[in-house]
């Protein structure tokens, strides 16, 4: 009997993402809605053979795993998974030191505009002319700082999110998926997200997910153990 791969493990044997290897399964004329698992119909799959026969068309060299080996021990598991914390672990504090460089970029920058305010350049007097002795002159207060909030254009207000988006903070917390674990998916490109500037709920969102996201999140964290599954599960394209 021929072995049957997931989506997802055929993305990732074909080294490619969600979004590419739907489109190859529509050039390949494969229908995505017609390769449900009887057991399990919240599963996608595709066989051996369908698999072998993409691969070839795009010169892909395909590395099958084999059947007859044996599991991975528990410890095995476990460095994998010490591995991805430190890997995620490593991300986040990239991305903290990012921040505190461009905030201490922005802060030189304001100093520096401060300071350039207060030079005052005064033409000399002829040489001819007499010259009266100059007024002491009172110090100027510096100028109050303005935050990054309020150097924006006043009057401007964020539209409210369409309702076709999800705003990303939501729907991870609905589907218990760690920070981490979305923040490396992000770094990775395995989600394709939508940024913008939109109001929800009276908060305000910048990152969102539209129906492709939503279905590349759930086909990337569903086999998860703590995964929480809604309504809308699989969120089929």
Same mark, same amino acid.
């Given at each position: 009997?021929?072995?049957? #791969?997931?989506?997802?493990?055929?993305?990732?044997? /074909?080294?490619?993402?969600?979004?590419?290897?739907?489109?190859?399964?529509?050039?390949?004329?494969?229908?995505?809605?017609?390769?449900?698992?009887?057991?399990?119909?919240?599963?996608?799959?595709?066989?051996?053979?369908?698999?072998?026969?993409?691969?070839?068309?795009?010169?892909?060299?395909?590395?099958?795993?084999?059947?007859?080996?044996?599991?991975?021990?528990?410890?095995?598991?476990?460095?994998?998974?010490?591995?991805?914390?430190?890997?995620? /672990?490593?991300?986040?504090?990239?991305?903290?030191?990012?921040?505190?460089?461009?905030?201490?970029?922005?802060?030189?920058?304001?100093?520096?505009?401060?300071?350039?305010?207060?030079?005052?350049?005064?033409?000399?007097?002829?040489?001819?002319?007499?010259?009266?002795?100059?007024?002491?002159?009172?110090?100027?207060?510096?100028?109050?700082?303005?935050?990054?909030?309020?150097?924006? +254009?006043?009057?401007?207000?964020?539209?409210?999110?369409?309702?076709?988006?999800?705003?990303?903070?939501?729907?991870?917390?609905?589907?218990?998926?760690?920070? +981490?674990?979305?923040? #490396?998916? /992000?770094?990775?490109?395995?989600?394709?997200?939508?940024?913008?500037?939109?109001?929800?709920?009276?908060?305000?969102?910048?990152?969102?997910?539209?129906? /492709?996201?939503?279905?590349?999140?759930?086909?990337?964290?569903?086999?998860?153990?703590?995964?929480?599954?809604?309504?809308?599960?699989?969120?089929?394209?």
């Amino acid at each position: 009997m021929s072995r049957r #791969y997931n989506f997802g493990q055929s993305a990732d044997l /074909l080294r490619t993402n969600p979004k590419t290897f739907l489109k190859w399964l529509a050039e390949d004329g494969i229908d995505a809605s017609k390769q449900r698992d009887r057991a399990d119909p919240r599963q996608k799959y595709i066989t051996e053979e369908q698999l072998i026969q993409m691969a070839k068309q795009r010169e892909i060299e395909l590395h099958l795993p084999d059947p007859d080996r044996k599991p991975e021990s528990s410890a095995t598991r476990l460095l994998a998974a010490v591995n991805e914390r430190f890997a995620a /672990l490593e991300l986040q504090m990239t991305h903290r030191f990012d921040r505190m460089e461009a905030q201490l970029q922005t802060f030189m920058a304001d100093v520096r505009r401060d300071l350039e305010s207060q030079v005052k350049v005064t033409p000399s007097p002829p040489e001819y002319a007499p010259v009266a002795p100059p007024k002491p002159e009172r110090p100027k207060p510096l100028p109050a700082r303005t935050s990054k909030k309020s150097r924006t +254009k006043k009057g401007t207000k964020a539209k409210a999110l369409p309702k076709a988006l999800v705003p990303l903070a939501l729907f991870k917390s609905e589907h218990k998926v760690s920070d +981490k674990a979305v923040e #490396y998916a /992000l770094e990775k490109r395995k989600i394709t997200v939508e940024r913008g500037r939109w109001t929800y709920n009276n908060r305000n969102v910048m990152v969102a997910l539209g129906k /492709l996201g939503q279905h590349e999140f759930y086909a990337l964290f569903h086999e998860r153990e703590k995964f929480q599954r809604c309504e809308q599960c699989p969120h089929e394209l």
